[in-house]
């Protein structure tokens, strides 16, 4: 690497960017996208164009700007928050020396494939620009998996700053380094001081919040730099942040209670230093991978994370020999150092390691890092020779077992951790300072982080946190209770009441509907579907009764199915303690799908009585297109009696052999089985089908002349346990191979 590639130079005319703005200037007010094109045309150094507060709408700004180093051009809100951007609406930028500021896009979509964009033609760049203080929130197309870039970076020498990029819900990166062309090469861009806020699981492939660079382009040098940003709860996918470039630097970033990792995929020569990773023990919550050559990791804090294997604290993976770029490259002069990992759960070696990922890490270093943890006391994992890894001066608290071939390069101490000022779990000071780590605070803090106007609000609205309702028994009062109601309300129905539904009721925001303790209500339909959650509902039902004897004789009955269009906004679905009865009038009537392009965070059916359906009771197998998209992220089914079932209790699909997310996630326990699964068209002859299932866990269970569950393990390394389960009169559990876990299984 040359010395170039290995140092920070930045230009003078870049750090004049940096400061405030030209106070000799001639600015323009324009109030409609005419006015602004009109100002473009005749822009001049030292120029600056407002836009007037409002709302526009549908308008695609094309800014092109040549200033000079001391004569920047300004693009700016007329009141910072207060011009807002919707509809189909997007910013594309050229030139050199220029600032835009303001802004707030909101509510929208871009009618291309990139939001904000540093270029405005294939050969019209920015350089030496910087965007701040702007705002995206919700600016997300209406097809989840439509994918589009909400920032995209070209050129030389820009910055972003200050910015804030909240609610992503579509495929696609919210900000991406491009290196697709010299032009964009080497081009020591600053990402610094962003708020990244809450991204939604997207099920998907595609989820990154952060991305430097393609595997295409992955050897070429981009030298960015992204520091002081927080990443609050971006949970995509299980790369929050992908480095697919060379030469870059992380450092001084904060990531918060966030399913993924830092994942250096592609590129070489990556420093990643002093960050603050926190999970706060949420799930899947993940540190830092590394892939590659010459990658740097140092004086990280990894607290309270617990990912496994690709999403642990600290890992290192196999290589694929000669690999291709989009795969993976051998660990080549790894240095891992003076980490601190508190009550985090796995530590992983050669992670990945199997038939094409044989190239083992060499000439890597794991040195004075300091691991303390009791949640797990196994929390080391080698996967395949670490021979070419050398562990020396870490300290490890005594509880901990340490595999016998790495053992002498750890040092055991007593747990002592405590909690700081900030809320940090923090070793004893004396081990601190063994690893010469430093204080141990937040580089950033969440309210230093982003557009200094813009409120951090959350956005999700929970169940019963609004105002309830009582519904009379009769006809089409839950429809018109529902018409009146407002997020987080709940609908309280008449013990033994009967409620008949004559046209779709629309779940259009999160609401309960229930009974007091009693005796169930009745509720009937005479429409082809009961409830129908739309984009931005989710529901929560409890103690009631769904009978089908008012249901049309239409093939593909339900009694709670999603949108029929694609929805961007996850849902959740609980249900307890229900009744369900006689979903007969066909051969195909199930009590819940899920169509495609809706995906759930979580669906539960909890102590409930399920009696003669001719269909399903769950259909979570319409993602077909086997690029690793399914329909629900955590699905628990418990305590429950499934009686005269013909289809599956649960079918639940995830195909193609995609590694980059973490579901879905099944738990099913402590419930009764008697004659499901056994209905003559039927297709896959089980009573519960788990097809591309992440992480499956199947306990005290009975089934009673049923078909047999049915398993099919492919991408990823999915967990899959089967224990203290009874089957009379059943099949064996059919699978395509061995790679699961059995304990207690009895067959009668």
């Given at each position: 690497?040359?010395e170039?590639?290995?140092?920070?130079?930045?230009?003078?005319a870049?750090?004049?960017?940096?400061?405030?703005?030209?106070?000799?200037?001639?600015?323009k007010?324009?109030?409609?996208?005419?006015?602004f094109?009109?100002?473009?045309?005749?822009?001049?150094?030292?120029?600056e164009?407002?836009?007037a507060?409002?709302?526009?709408?549908?308008?695609?700004?094309?800014?092109k700007?040549?200033?000079?180093?001391?004569?920047?051009?300004?693009?700016?809100?007329q009141?910072?928050?207060?011009?807002?951007?919707?509809?189909?609406?997007?910013?594309s930028?050229?030139?050199?020396?220029?600032?835009?500021?303001?802004?707030?896009?909101?509510?929208?979509?871009?009618?291309?494939?990139e939001?904000?964009?540093?270029?405005?033609?294939?050969?019209?760049?920015?350089?030496?620009?910087?965007?701040?203080?702007?705002?995206i929130d919700?600016?997300?197309?209406?097809e989840?998996h439509?994918?589009?870039l909400w920032?995209?970076?070209?050129?030389?020498n820009?910055?972003?700053?200050?910015?804030?990029?909240?609610?992503?819900?579509?495929?696609?990166?919210t900000l991406?380094?491009?290196l697709?062309?010299e032009?964009?090469?080497?081009?020591?861009h600053?990402?610094?001081?962003?708020?990244?806020?809450?991204?939604?699981?997207?099920?998907?492939?595609?989820?990154?919040?952060?991305?430097?660079?393609?595997?295409?382009?992955?050897?070429?040098?981009?030298?960015?730099?992204?520091?002081?940003?927080?990443?609050?709860?971006v949970?995509?996918?299980?790369?929050i942040?992908?480095?697919?470039?060379?030469?870059?630097?992380y450092?001084?970033?904060?990531?918060f209670?966030s399913?993924?990792?830092?994942?250096?995929?592609?590129?070489?020569?990556?420093?990643?230093?002093?960050n603050?990773?926190?999970?706060?023990?949420?799930?899947?919550?993940?540190?830092?991978?590394?892939?590659?050559?010459?990658?740097?990791?140092?004086?990280?804090?990894?607290?309270?994370?617990?990912?496994?294997?690709?999403?642990?604290?600290?890992?290192?993976?196999?290589?694929?020999?000669?690999s291709?770029?989009?795969r993976y490259?051998?660990?080549?002069?790894?240095v891992?150092?003076?980490?601190?990992?508190?009550d985090?759960?796995f530590?992983?070696?050669?992670?990945?390691?199997?038939?094409?990922?044989?190239?083992?890490?060499?000439?890597?270093?794991?040195?004075?890092?300091?691991?303390?943890?009791?949640?797990?006391?196994?929390?080391?994992?080698?996967?395949?020779?670490?021979s070419?890894?050398?562990?020396?001066?870490?300290?490890?608290?005594?509880?901990?077992?340490i595999?016998?071939?790495?053992?002498?390069?750890?040092?055991n101490?007593?747990?002592?951790?405590?909690?700081?000022?900030?809320?940090?779990?923090?070793?004893?000071?004396?081990l601190?300072?063994?690893?010469?780590?430093?204080?141990?605070?937040?580089?950033?803090?969440?309210?230093?982080?982003?557009?200094?106007y813009?409120?951090?609000?959350?956005?999700?609205i929970a169940?019963?946190?609004?105002?309830?309702?009582?519904?009379?028994?009769?006809?089409?009062?839950?429809l018109a209770?529902?018409?009146q109601?407002?997020?987080?309300?709940?609908?309280?129905?008449?013990?033994g009441?009967?409620?008949?539904?004559?046209?779709?009721?629309?779940?259009?925001?999160?609401?309960?509907?229930?009974?007091?303790?009693?005796?169930?209500?009745?509720i009937?339909?005479?429409?082809?579907?009961?409830?129908?959650?739309?984009?931005?509902?989710?529901l929560?039902?409890?103690n009631?009764?769904?009978?089908?004897?008012?249901?049309?004789?239409?093939?593909?009955?339900?009694?709670?199915?999603?949108s029929?269009?694609?929805?961007?906004?996850n849902?959740?679905?609980s249900?307890?303690?229900?009744?369900?009865?006689?979903l007969?009038?066909?051969?195909?009537?199930?009590?819940?799908?899920?169509?495609?392009g809706?995906?759930?965070?979580?669906?539960?059916?909890?102590?409930?009585?399920?009696?003669?359906?001719?269909g399903?009771?769950l259909?979570?197998?319409?993602?077909?297109?086997?690029?690793?998209?399914?329909s629900?992220?955590?699905?628990t089914?418990?305590?429950?009696?499934?009686?005269?079932?013909?289809?599956?209790?649960?079918?639940?699909?995830?195909?193609?052999?995609?590694?980059?997310?973490?579901?879905?996630?099944?738990?099913?326990?402590?419930?009764?089985?008697?004659?499901?699964?056994?209905?003559?068209?039927?297709?896959?002859?089980s009573?519960?089908y788990?097809?591309?299932?992440?992480?499956?866990?199947?306990?005290?269970?009975t089934?009673?002349?049923s078909?047999?569950?049915?398993?099919h393990?492919?991408?990823?390394?999915?967990?899959?346990?089967?224990?203290?389960v009874?089957m009379?009169?059943?099949?064996?559990?059919?699978?395509?191979?061995?790679?699961?876990?059995?304990?207690?299984?009895?067959?009668?």
């Open positions: 690497m040359s170039i590639g290995k140092s920070r130079f930045y230009p003078l870049l750090l004049l960017v940096f400061l405030s703005f030209s106070p000799m200037s001639s600015a007010l324009v109030k409609t996208i005419a006015q094109d009109k100002a473009v045309e005749t822009l001049k150094p030292g120029d164009i407002v836009l507060n409002g709302v526009w709408r549908d308008v695609e700004l094309v800014f700007a040549k200033g000079l180093p001391e004569k920047l051009i300004e693009l700016k809100a009141t910072p928050g207060k011009v807002i951007i919707t509809g189909q609406s997007n910013l930028l050229s030139g050199e020396y220029f600032v835009v500021s303001g802004l707030v896009f909101k509510d929208g979509y871009t009618p291309t494939g939001v904000i964009s540093f270029r405005t033609s294939n050969n019209d760049l920015a350089n030496n620009a910087r965007v701040t203080n702007t705002v919700n600016f997300s197309h209406p989840r439509l994918a589009d920032v995209a970076i070209y050129g030389k820009n910055r972003f700053d200050h910015n804030s990029l909240v609610n992503k819900r579509n495929r696609g990166v991406a380094v491009r697709n062309t032009a964009s090469e080497e081009n020591n600053i990402i610094e001081y962003n708020y990244f806020g809450p991204r939604q699981i997207l099920g998907a492939n595609g989820g990154e919040t952060l991305r430097v660079g393609t595997s295409h382009f992955s050897t070429k040098y981009s030298n960015t730099l992204i520091q002081y940003n927080f990443f609050d709860r949970n995509g996918e299980h790369e942040i992908s480095n697919k470039s060379s030469g870059n630097v450092r001084g970033n904060v990531i209670e399913q993924g990792t830092l994942t250096m995929r592609h590129g070489h020569h990556t420093t990643v230093e002093g603050y990773i926190i999970g706060n023990r949420k799930p899947n919550t993940g540190g830092i991978r590394i892939i590659n050559e010459y990658q740097t990791v140092k004086n990280n804090y990894l607290s309270g994370l617990t990912g496994h294997r690709f999403r642990g604290a600290l890992v290192i993976m196999n290589g694929v020999p000669n291709s770029p989009n490259n051998q660990a080549i002069e790894a891992m150092e003076n980490n601190i990992v508190v985090s759960d530590i992983n070696f050669g992670a990945g390691s199997d038939e094409e990922r044989t190239a083992t890490p060499i000439d890597s270093s794991f040195r004075n890092n300091l691991i303390m943890g009791k949640d797990n006391l196994d929390p080391i994992t080698l996967y395949d020779d670490v070419g890894i050398a562990f020396e001066g870490n300290i490890i608290n005594s509880e901990v077992n595999p016998a071939t790495i053992k002498d390069g750890f040092i101490s007593e747990y002592k951790v405590s909690d700081n000022k900030q809320g940090l779990r923090v070793p004893e000071q004396s601190v300072d063994k690893i010469a780590f430093g204080e141990i605070k937040l580089p950033i803090s969440k309210a230093q982080a982003g557009a200094n813009y409120k951090k609000d959350e956005s999700n169940f019963h946190s609004g105002k309830t309702i009582a519904v009379d028994a009769g006809t089409d009062t839950i209770a529902l018409n109601s407002e997020p987080g309300d709940t609908l309280i129905l008449e013990n009441g009967e409620y008949l539904l004559t046209k779709l009721a629309s779940i259009k925001h999160p609401i309960t509907i229930i009974a007091k303790s009693g005796k169930k209500p009745i009937r339909s005479q429409k082809p579907s009961f409830l129908v959650i739309e984009n931005g509902g989710a929560e039902i409890e009631l009764w769904f009978d089908g004897a008012e249901s049309p004789d239409y093939k593909g009955n339900n009694i709670i199915r999603t029929g269009y694609a929805m961007n906004i849902y959740s679905l249900v307890r303690n229900i009744k369900v009865t006689d007969d009038i066909n051969g195909y009537f199930d009590f819940f799908k899920a169509t495609p809706t995906f759930a965070d979580y669906i539960e059916i909890i102590d409930s009585e399920i009696t003669n359906i001719t399903a009771v259909v979570l197998d319409k993602e077909t297109d086997d690029i690793g998209v399914y629900v992220e955590n699905l089914i418990a305590g429950n009696t499934f009686t005269d079932i013909k289809a599956e209790i649960a079918n639940v699909y995830r195909g193609g052999f995609d590694e980059s997310t973490f579901g879905p996630m099944v738990t099913v326990t402590n419930n009764t089985f008697t004659n499901t699964g056994k209905g003559s068209t039927h297709k896959s002859a009573s519960m788990f097809h591309g299932v992440q992480n499956l866990h199947v306990s005290n269970s089934w009673i002349d078909a047999p569950l049915k398993l393990l492919s991408n990823g390394e999915p967990i899959t346990v089967i224990e203290d009874l009379k009169n059943t099949g064996k559990i059919r699978a395509n191979n061995n790679d699961y876990e059995t304990r207690n299984i009895k067959y009668q």
